[in-house]
DNA sequence: TTGGTGATGTTT
DNA sequence: AACATCACCAAA
């Protein structure tokens, strides 16, 4: 069956009901002519009165690109030498994204392979937001894409996650706003990462 | 299996 | 100076 790709009113949603509804999602992207494809396993919420969001201190070069209209690729570089992949939310204005942790390899397996080295284990392969982002060949040149136009980057419909499946915990690697359950995750699954969520403090 | 640490460059 | 991370190594 062919697979559907998401609209612009899907996209057209609070980044906290996105995050939950982008799990099982499938991830394509175009690299060098092969199709690289993965299921959407672990995501996370950012949202506008968040001050874990690169949003939260209103409009800059950076992050201009969240408060667009929802369905686009914003992408950007941290610790020196890792990218992160995030879908923007909501509408014009609202500046709303979900990072994409974590996702199962479909299809493309070799070429990721390629692109993320030797590897000790078969799950290190796409499960972190940086490994994802390295082994589906996504940098800065990515950012800003349309997923609902573009033909190297997008989503589309995959997989149906039944509620029964889905975890929630709080966010990875924040320093703020450690107590929100923005992390949503299908539980059991190989892929998600390992990080350890925030704010288990009393 | 867990925990500590260094690499690295963009943004503010 | 901080940072929405990862790979490595050591200890148990």
Redesign the pocket.
């Known amino acids: 069956m062919r697979e559907k790709r998401l609209t612009r009113t899907f996209y057209r949603q609070s980044s906290l009901t996105l995050a939950k509804g982008l799990l099982g999602k499938y991830l394509h992207r175009v690299y060098a002519g092969t199709m690289l494809v993965g299921k959407i396993v672990e995501t996370?919420a950012?949202g506008m009165r968040d001050p874990?969001?690169?949003?939260f201190?209103g409009r800059?070069?950076?992050?201009e690109v969240?408060f667009g209209d929802g369905g686009f690729s914003?992408v950007?570089?941290?610790?020196?030498?890792?990218h992160?992949f995030?879908v923007t939310g909501s509408v014009e204005g609202n500046a709303e994204?979900?990072?994409i942790?974590?996702v199962e390899p479909i299809a493309g397996r070799g070429v990721m392979q390629t692109l993320?080295?030797?590897?000790?284990r078969e799950q290190?392969l796409t499960?972190?937001?940086?490994?994802?982002?390295?082994a589906f060949g996504i940098t800065?040149q990515e950012n800003r894409i349309d997923l609902v136009d573009s033909e190297e980057l997008y989503l589309t419909t995959g997989e149906q996650v039944p509620d029964s499946e889905i975890a929630n915990s709080t966010?990875?690697?924040?320093?703020?706003a450690m107590e929100e359950p923005w992390r949503f995750f299908i539980k059991n699954n190989p892929y998600v990462?390992?990080?350890?969520p925030s704010g288990t403090k009393l």
């Not at 950007?76 to 890792?82: E, I, V």
């Not at 993320?116 to 000790?120: M, N, P, S």
């Open positions: 996370e950012y874990a969001s690169h949003s201190k800059t070069p950076r992050t969240m914003y950007y570089f941290t610790y020196g030498m890792h992160c995030n994204a979900v990072l942790r974590a993320r080295g030797a590897l000790k290190d499960n972190g937001p940086g490994k994802l982002c390295q800065r966010r990875i690697g924040i320093s703020v990462s390992k990080g350890k």
